[in-house]
């Protein structure tokens, strides 16, 4: 069974950073895509960044950057100059087709908050 496992999320003041990881492990036969989501509350869950393609946002553009570890199944997420606006639940996720499924499927980790205040 597949799981995305998000760590390093917390409170940090506006200005500050803080990093992302997320770690896939399960059968897994081959992983597509990984990313980030955030939903802030009551609105919908949006894009942050994915890889492979790469893309972000245009709110993180210049302030977030993502990377993956294949040999690793990991995706993290560097959070520079944090801004209120950025407090949201963040999910991983990942596009990855799992041994003995027939096709690739969509695939997302708990959530992990982040709260920018002072």
């Known amino acids: 069974q597949v799981q995305l496992v998000e760590s390093g999320g917390g409170l940090v003041q506006p200005g500050g950073s803080l990093r992302l990881s997320c770690a896939a492990s399960?059968?897994?036969?081959?992983?597509?895509?990984m990313g980030w989501y955030r939903q802030a509350p009551g609105k919908q869950r949006d894009l942050v960044a994915s890889?492979?393609?790469?893309n972000y946002a245009d709110s993180v553009k210049g302030r977030f950057t993502i990377s993956r570890d294949s040999t690793k199944n990991t995706v993290s997420l560097q959070m520079n100059s944090l801004k209120p606006e950025d407090t949201a639940i963040y999910y991983c996720?990942?596009?990855?087709?799992?041994?003995?499924?027939?096709?690739?499927?969509?695939?997302w980790g708990q959530g992990t908050q982040v709260t920018v205040s002072s």
């Open positions: 996720y990942a596009r990855l087709w799992e041994i003995n499924r027939r096709t690739p499927d969509d695939y």
């Open positions: 399960g059968s897994i036969l081959n992983i597509y895509v």
């Open positions: 890889i492979n393609p790469t």
